[in-house]
């Protein structure tokens, strides 16, 4: 596969088949998200790894004026506890909603999100596909 087929399957997976996170969030309402959850799989945290790698892409697609933030927390330490949690935060900077990601699978985070934060779904419409030019002979 060329590297230009690489990119077209990368930018379509981010804006059109990644369907669940495919909403507008009110920018007014939200300044953003912040996931903290730790490196590594042990103690439930590999639903929250899962839901950063495939659907926090699309959501930031989508609502780029919104912040996402980050924080990784290496731990290799199986018995200590560390946080791993979503946080919907207003633009005072101040938690509105907090998601307790640990032993969830990404499927039921992006819907427990969905349930806690005013959106839209983003129209058919919409909804950005690439692919290859038609050529013009």
Known sequence: MSKVAQQLKFLNKISATTRLPQILVDPKKYSGLRL??????HNGHMGARVFWHN???????????????VIRIKNEDKQKSVPCKLEILSHEGSVVETIDMRNKM???IMKDLLDKIEHVPLPENEIIRVGPQESII
């Open 36 to 41: 903290t959850f730790q490196t590594k799989n």
């Open 55 to 69: 659907y926090l892409p699309t959501l930031q697609f989508y609502n780029p004026r919104m912040k996402f933030d």
């Open 106 to 108: 990404h499927e039921d």
